[in-house]
């Protein structure tokens, strides 16, 4: 039996009723990624060895491991690509003893398939420190982050970057041994999106100012300096993503006069644009680009459940991307990786029961090979489906979201309770259709989960996102109290049987709609939140996230005495529904003093509640114990508040 035939057989096959357990719905994949080589002789696939983030090598026809490769001491492996036939490099993300979460310093690792040559070729650390035996040349380092540019396949020792620094400098390094082959003049802001052409050469770039006002520069190749394009021929939104084969445009995602992001042709010399797609109700989310990174091959929105439209329809990897839809219906597609003739790709398939399965197809012989599935072990259990919802707000705005009904229940056609859950950010934020680990472990146990995504969140146009800008704790939360009402109106819930949820946002949501209407919510469950808004200016490390004061200021003001009267701390005893709170003890982001005054209101006020610090933690859980203890507890919590 085909292989591909097998694993869907089952995934999607006749399931037990059994339900998962919290541990194993949790539980980190032990394969995440993986990425073919520009030949297509090897893979590298990202590995999860129990402790560490690693890479296993393998043959491509055989499937045969031909190396590994595990940083020491606390560095592991990130995102990575290929760099030629025999070299991968390696974003360095490091764990530290006080803190789960793992963090990126803007380093890159080289090593070749085999584990030889292995070598730290960019960063603070260059010439510093010596991360594995191999001999450290020393190099200088670079107090910078660094993302890539260009792969550079007709330069295979090098690669193109763009080093953050105080400005952002495009430089090609050999991948080898970090040496840097030749700097191009830095451009004139920080944190640059930088584009190159068929050559190599970097050609335009992005980026913000402090005020969050969009720049963006073309190169002059004769006069070797940048050249700011006039920001009134540009859109809020300006992100070129690559050159048409004559090198005289740019395809780019904008805004540009217009509310939604589309995709545009942006001409190089006259700056004008050419619509080639916008959506009416929302933002393109994604796109996918042919395997030269000649054109755009596909894009995906997601208006409701994912949607496809194949741009390049005389190419033939949009035949063939179109193929996989055909096969796959129901799922989200995304091609991973190719080799640089195309005919070898991974391929990436996932839904809402499914958290992500790999293939190797071969154009040639039109097969798929079953590589991994990142949750195996969720293969044996049934887990709940996920569905578009939209209703009218207050003020008749369309508010869209995602029910998930409940498997588990006690008694035949007996409802279930429901939880809220709201999602962070909250602005660049929303949510999508697709696996969530904490719906499942809300579904599976009996309890039924609605998502909003509430007017300023990400994804429906700029109109719709600015609508939540200084509504924080007005009429965001109006949209979750209507959504609330919408459910119970629909008979997906009885009233009085509903809990609220969320993290960082969520969880300030969470408590602040709980006490704007506290016979609606009989419970809460707060993460991570941020409970007085005041503090946001002084405490935490949104301030020294660039962009960040203009944001603060944008998104809900300095006005001291209306960001008090938004704040949960200020009137805590209005809340009637019993309280679950969890911080982390390392939180930067939303700094456990918001717990500790919300505490001490809610001590002054008699107010009971439930306390979960978690000492080795920052803004959520990365540890899959704490995971799996956190949402345990939250179980716990939602059956003695809620009736199953």
């Not at 090598?57 to 560095?75: A, H, M, P, Q, Y």
Request: aromatic share 10%; glycine share 6%; hydrophobic share 40%.
């Amino acid at each position: 039996m085909n292989k591909i035939i097998l694993i869907f057989i089952i995934l999607f096959g006749n399931l037990p009723l059994k339900a998962v357990d919290i541990d194993t719905l949790i539980q980190k994949a032990r394969y995440n990624n993986a990425k073919i080589s520009p030949d297509g002789k090897h893979l590298a696939v990202q590995v999860y060895d129990g402790e560490k983030l690693g890479l296993y090598f393998l043959k491509t026809n055989t499937l045969e491991r031909v190396g590994s490769f595990f940083l020491s001491r606390k560095d592991q492996v990130g995102d990575y690509f290929w760099g030629n036939n025999e070299r991968v490099v390696i974003k360095l993300v490091r764990s530290h003893p006080w803190v789960k979460e793992l963090s990126y310093y803007g380093e890159l690792f080289a090593v070749n398939f085999d584990g030889s040559k292995a070598k730290l070729i960019y960063g603070y650390r260059v010439g510093k420190n010596n991360l594995t035996r191999a001999d450290a040349h020393k190099n200088q380092s670079i107090n910078g982050w660094a993302y890539l540019i260009d792969r550079l396949p007709d330069e295979p020792k090098n690669i193109l970057i763009a080093s953050n620094q105080k400005l952002t400098k495009p430089l090609k390094i050999d991948i080898y041994n970090g040496r840097i082959r030749k700097r191009y003049p830095s451009i004139p802001l920080r944190q640059a999106q930088v584009l190159s052409n068929s050559q190599g050469q970097p050609i335009i770039a992005s980026t913000m100012d402090k005020e969050e006002n969009r720049h963006a520069f073309k190169f002059d190749i004769a006069e070797n300096e940048w050249v700011e394009i006039p920001s009134n021929l540009i859109g809020s939104s300006f992100q070129p993503i690559l050159i048409t084969e004559d090198q005289k445009s740019v395809i780019v995602l904008d805004d540009k006069d217009q509310d939604k992001i589309g995709l545009f042709q942006f001409d190089l010399a006259s700056f004008k644009y050419t619509s080639i797609y916008t959506n009416n109700d929302v933002n393109i989310t994604s796109f996918q680009t042919t395997s030269d990174s000649k054109s755009v091959q596909s894009i995906r929105i997601d208006n409701g459940l994912p949607e496809y439209l194949l741009l390049a329809s005389k190419n033939s990897e949009a035949a063939l991307f179109k193929s996989f839809l055909a096969k796959f219906p129901g799922y989200k597609v995304a091609i991973t990786s190719s080799t640089k003739d195309g005919n070898k790709l991974i391929v990436k398939i996932s839904s809402d029961t499914t958290k992500g399965v790999f293939l190797l197809y071969d154009k040639q012989a039109d097969t798929h090979t079953f590589l991994f599935n990142k949750a195996p072990l969720l293969d044996k259990y049934p887990l709940a489906k996920t569905t578009p919802i939209s209703f009218k707000s207050q003020d008749n705005k369309t508010i869209h979201g995602y029910f998930t009904k409940a498997l588990k229940k006690t008694k035949e056609n007996i409802i279930a309770p429901m939880v809220v859950l709201v999602h962070g950010g909250p602005h660049g934020v929303r949510d999508y259709w697709g696996f969530d680990t904490e719906v499942q472990a809300l579904a599976t146990n009996g309890f039924s989960v609605l998502q909003i995504n509430f007017r300023g969140s990400a994804g429906y146009g700029f109109i719709f996102k600015e609508s939540g800008y200084k509504q924080w704790g007005n009429n965001i939360q109006q949209d979750i109290i209507d959504g609330t009402h919408w459910a119970i109106e629909n008979k997906l819930v009885h009233k009085g049987n509903i809990c609220i949820m969320g993290a960082s946002f969520g969880a300030y949501s969470a408590v602040q709609s709980a006490i704007l209407k506290p016979s609606l919510y009989q419970c809460v469950v707060a993460a991570s939140g941020v409970y007085d808004m005041n503090l946001m200016d002084s405490e935490g490390d949104i301030k020294e996230v660039y962009f960040a004061d203009s944001f603060l200021k944008r998104v809900i003001g300095t006005n001291k005495k209306v960001l008090a009267s938004i704040s949960p701390v200020n009137y805590i005893e209005k809340l009637k529904a019993n309280l679950l709170l969890v911080h982390g003890e390392k939180d930067k982001r939303a700094p456990i003093i918001h717990a500790e005054k919300l505490i001490d209101a809610m001590k002054k006020h008699a107010i009971k509640y439930e306390w979960m610090k978690v000492d080795d933690e920052a803004h959520g859980f990365y540890d899959e114990i704490n995971r799996a203890i956190y949402l345990k507890k939250v179980l716990r919590f939602l059956n003695e508040n809620l009736s199953l």
